[in-house]
Every structure is written in C-alpha cells, then in structure tokens.
C-alpha cells in the first residue's frame, strides 16, 4: 500500500475532529467534548491497516480512553478516574480554546489551552498549553506515523502532583502521564518490546527507558490466520529532556507473566511512578512525547533509531 507524505484536518463537531489522508481514510479521532473528563485520540489506525490500536472506554475501566494524557492526583484530588456520576471531589482537565494550523509541510497541529479543575468545587489548580503535531512519516517503520504530544503545565495555586503508590507499596500502583489502552484483540500474539531490548510486561514494567511498544494481532478482513494474524501495535517515546528522563515505564499484560490484570493491556511513560513533584504557584512543567503507531511487529532497530530522529528535534 502507498503511504501518504500529507495529513489533513477534518473537524466533524465544535469539540471533535480526524487526522485524514487525501484518500479520505481516517487514521485517528481527537475528542475533548465537556462529557469526558481527558481529551484522547480514538480510533488510532496505522496508515497500512484499518483496524483501531486503540480501545476507548472498556467496560473494566470506562475511564481508559484509547489514546491520552492524565494526572493521577493533585492536591490529593483524583484527575483519572472520569465517573460522570460522582464529580465530587474528582477533578478534570477542560479544554477552553483550540486552534488548528495547516503547517503546510505535509503536517498540521492542533493548540489547545485546558484547565484542570476540581469539578464541585470549580478551583482551578493548573492551565496547560497543549500542541499536537500530526506527521505522514516515519523512516523505516512499516505503516508508521506520528503523533508529537508537547504540552506546557503552569501551576496556578501551589500543586503537589502524585499517584498511587508503586512497589513496595501497590503492585498495581504508579500509573499517570502518557496513556495508552491497546485494542483487546492485540493481547493475542502480544509483544511488548522496550529501549533496553527487554521483552515481556514482567522485564519492561517499572523500568527506565527512552521508549516502550505494544504489538500484537489485529482483526482484520481478507488475510492472516488464527496462526500468522495481521499484526500492527503503538510505541510511546519520551523525549530526552523531559522530567525524570529516561522515565518508568508501566506495562500490564492481558495474557502472559505475573502481571495479568484481569483482560486487559495498557501502558503508560508514567513521570511520577516512584516519586511525586511540585510545582509552586507560577512554577511551569514542560513535557513532550511522541507516538507512532505503527503495522507488523515491534522492531528494536526501527523503533530506536524514530527515537534517535526525535532526540534529535522537531518544530
């Protein structure tokens, strides 16, 4: 299949809109409608198949949206969880202005600013500035693309930012930042590959690394077996000047090693793991990853060198 070397914009409500080729296929959905309390990306296709990488409110963990960004907790309130029928005391990020730039390279990217407010209350902690950048193209990685998430947090009151605990504490705890919910359908064939080249949830979870990928069987019509399946997955890569750089990385896997959580993958470049930050009031945190989905299995080669190419910069 050809791949495209351009990205358009294609709004489809005032709180919604597709990253589509010129063909017209639609290779991801933003949303940030008032409704859900993270904006995230759902669907997430790569450009060579058709099938979601992405799985969007499962019925384990309605909060999980396919593709996102969240605090866990400020201020000891809870920013994760998104129960639309218990606001109190639960907080959400809210997006109040939004733009989107044709780069005019074949790219484009959306700017947002988001508030992030404790709902009954309406107190406002932190604003951030949010940049989306959308690119055709990656070298060397099959069906690959990008997603360049960079976003500026600046404290309004004086903000202690946290989590649940990690080991020893919680076996299951450490989880925030950059979030990824995979497709079920991946937890069969799954493979879980990070920078340091160690495979498997058990090896990659809680470990410090540049970047972190999920691949695994799609559902796809017209070719593969239950044997030798379609396969495509995510990778998430952390760009090197960001805070605790190499991050921990959380990795649950749906069907293999001692970290099973019920049916369900999901994955996480998660900054405050094993220590919590503050940020006084005035104070700004800036943060940058970037997201490639991607066809076929997960390439150590391939996926280090696309890091590589964004240590290097992007505008």
């Not at 780069?103 to 940049?131: A, S, W, Y």
């Not at 991050?247 to 649950?252: H, N």
């Not at 945190?285 to 299995?297: A, E, K, T």
Request: proline content about 5%.
């Amino acid at each position: 299949m050809e791949l495209t070397r351009k990205l358009q914009w294609q709004p489809t409500s005032s709180f919604s809109g597709d990253v589509v080729r010129p063909d017209g296929k639609v290779l991801a959905s933003y949303y940030w409608g008032a409704d859900s309390r993270q904006p995230y990306l759902h669907p997430v296709r790569s450009q060579s198949t058709n099938h979601s990488l992405t799985l969007n409110a499962p019925f384990d963990h309605s909060w999980h949206k396919g593709l996102w960004w969240s605090w866990k907790l400020i201020n000891g309130v809870v920013f994760w969880e998104d129960r639309l029928s218990d606001h109190e005391g639960e907080g959400g990020s809210f997006v109040v202005d939004h733009s989107v730039v044709d780069r005019g390279d074949g790219c484009f990217e959306v700017n947002q600013t988001l508030e992030m407010r404790i709902v009954n209350t309406d107190e406002l902690l932190l604003t951030e500035t949010r940049r989306l950048v959308f690119r055709p193209h990656v070298v060397g990685v099959p069906g690959g693309w990008i997603i360049d998430w960079d976003m500026t947090t600046t404290a309004v009151v004086d903000c202690e930012l946290g989590c649940s605990p990690f080991y020893p504490e919680e076996s299951w705890g450490g989880y925030m930042g950059m979030s990824y919910r995979p497709a079920r359908c991946l937890g069969w064939h799954e493979f879980i590959l990070n920078s340091e080249n160690q495979t498997g949830a058990d090896a990659c979870h809680g470990q410090a690394a540049r970047w972190i990928a999920y691949s695994g069987a799609i559902d796809e019509l017209g070719y593969g077996d239950g044997e030798n399946p379609p396969l495509a997955g995510m990778a998430l890569l952390s760009h090197p000047e960001n805070l605790r750089h190499p991050e921990p990385m959380y990795a649950t896997a749906m069907q293999h090693g001692d970290r099973q959580f019920g049916d369900m993958s999901i994955f996480h470049i998660s900054p405050l793991m094993r220590e919590g930050f503050n940020l006084k009031a005035g104070e700004q945190l800036h943060l940058r990853y970037r997201v490639i989905p991607f066809s076929g299995i997960a390439r150590h080669d391939a996926l280090d060198n696309a890091w590589h190419e964004y240590r290097k910069g992007w505008r």
